[in-house]
T-cell receptor, first 114, second 115 residues
Framework: GDSVTQMEGPVTLSEEAFLTINCTYT??????LFWYVQYPGEGLQLLLK?????DKGSNKGFEATYRKETTSFHLEKGSVQVSDSAVYFC?????????????FGAGTRLFVKA | DVKVTQSSRYLVKRTGEKVFLECVQD?????MFWYRQDPGLGLRLIYF???????EKGDIPEGYSVSREKKERFSLILESASTNQTSMYLC??????????????FGDGTRLSIL
């Protein structure tokens, strides 16, 4: 079945460091891919998405490129801030019985130190 | 902006009680979802609904039921609460099941403790 694997955390960085959070997936169809972010005490919110191969999603300085050949959707940011401290979830949406189903990775916690 | 509202942020109940978690969305979305979130396990789908009075089991439906009498409201019911149902519960909604590129919109979660 479909699955999403993302790097285990926590990831601890200093402010202005470069961030990469790895995400790979397996899917039988042609899924859409998402990154969600969860700030402390809140639900998840969409950070960015890509709907087909080679698409790049971007938002708030974060980027991720849909790589079909490596089945990856790694999240990157050139210079993190303390306010980026959160849990990041990679997810895919693919066709299953009853319609499209979303599968989430386990989440990666990011701590950014001032 | 889409607003998904969960009725309680924190809830404490006793073993054996019947527990209701309520969720309301204000954007006329077709689909609604209930997840539980546990450390190291990510989000696990309990139930979802793609229309009024319709429901589908997710990955971990045992011990739970749901109700969707109106399009905007999706209730999760713990028939007889047990300590292993202590968790964070997240409700979400999305526009349509006919397109894979529709994101889900989440509420802020209900942290449920069963004593």
């Amino acid at each position: 079945g479909d699955s999403v694997t993302q790097m285990e955390g926590p990831v601890t960085l200093s402010e202005e460091a470069f961030l990469t959070i790895n995400c790979t997936y397996t899917a039988t169809g042609y899924p859409s891919l998402f990154w969600y972010v969860q700030y402390p005490g809140e639900g998840l919110q969409l950070l960015l998405k890509a709907t087909k191969a080679d698409d790049k999603g971007s938002n708030k300085g974060f980027e991720a490129t849909y790589r079909k050949e490596t089945t990856s959707f790694h999240l990157e940011k050139g210079s993190v801030q303390v306010s980026d401290s959160a849990v990041y979830f990679c997810a895919l949406s693919d066709l299953g019985t009853g319609g499209f189903k979303t599968i989430f990775g386990a989440g990666t916690r990011l701590f950014v130190k001032a | 902006d889409v607003k998904v509202t969960q009725s309680s942020r924190y809830l404490v109940k006793r073993t054996g009680e019947k527990v209701f978690l309520e969720c309301v969305q204000d954007m006329d979305h077709e689909n609604m979802f209930w997840y539980r979130q546990d450390p190291g396990l990510g989000l696990r789908l309990i139930y979802f609904s793609y229309d009024v009075k319709m429901k589908e089991k997710g990955d971990i439906p045992e011990g739970y039921s749901v109700s969707r009498e109106k399009k905007e409201r999706f209730s999760l019911i713990l028939e007889s609460a047990s300590t292993n149902q202590t968790s964070m519960y997240l409700c979400a909604s999305s526009f349509s099941v006919t397109s894979s590129n529709q994101p889900q919109h989440f509420g802020d979660g209900t942290r449920l403790s069963i004593l």
